[in-house]
């Protein structure tokens, strides 16, 4: 069984950090594509961050320089260090495992149940 938690969400003022850590179980985690991604009321889920196996980064661009994705392949988490929040960052922050492969064709992708980050102003 699969299992990805999330933690490490709250309230903080604008300006401040946060750090979410998601723990996973039940994969191989250290092949996972990780990412988080975030959904504010009435918008669309977006993506975050992600970072391969290999420990590529991306960022999308409204958190380059303010947000950094890690990982412990031996603790099997991944971590999303957040500075200099914005009211803007404020959605449920939510973890995702994705492992895609072309030959063969396969894909295992989970998600998390999700964490509130609220900024206020």
């Known amino acids: 069984q699969v299992q990805l938690v999330e933690s490490g969400g709250g309230l903080v003022q604008a300006g401040g950090s946060l750090r979410l850590s998601c723990a996973a179980s039940g994969i191989i985690f250290s092949i996972y594509t990780m990412g988080w991604y975030r959904q504010a009321p009435g918008k669309q889920r977006d993506l975050v961050a992600t970072i391969t196996s290999g420990s590529r980064t991306n960022y999308t661009d409204s958190v380059k320089g303010r947000f950094t994705i890690s990982r412990d392949n031996g603790k099997k988490t991944v971590y999303l260090q957040m500075n200099s929040l914005k009211p803007e960052d404020t959605a449920v922050y939510y973890c995702?495992?994705?492992?895609?492969?072309?030959?063969?064709?396969?894909?295992?992708?989970?998600w998390g149940q999700g964490t509130q980050v609220t900024v206020s102003s």
């Open positions: 995702n495992a994705d492992y895609t492969t072309l030959v063969p064709p396969q894909k295992y992708d989970y």
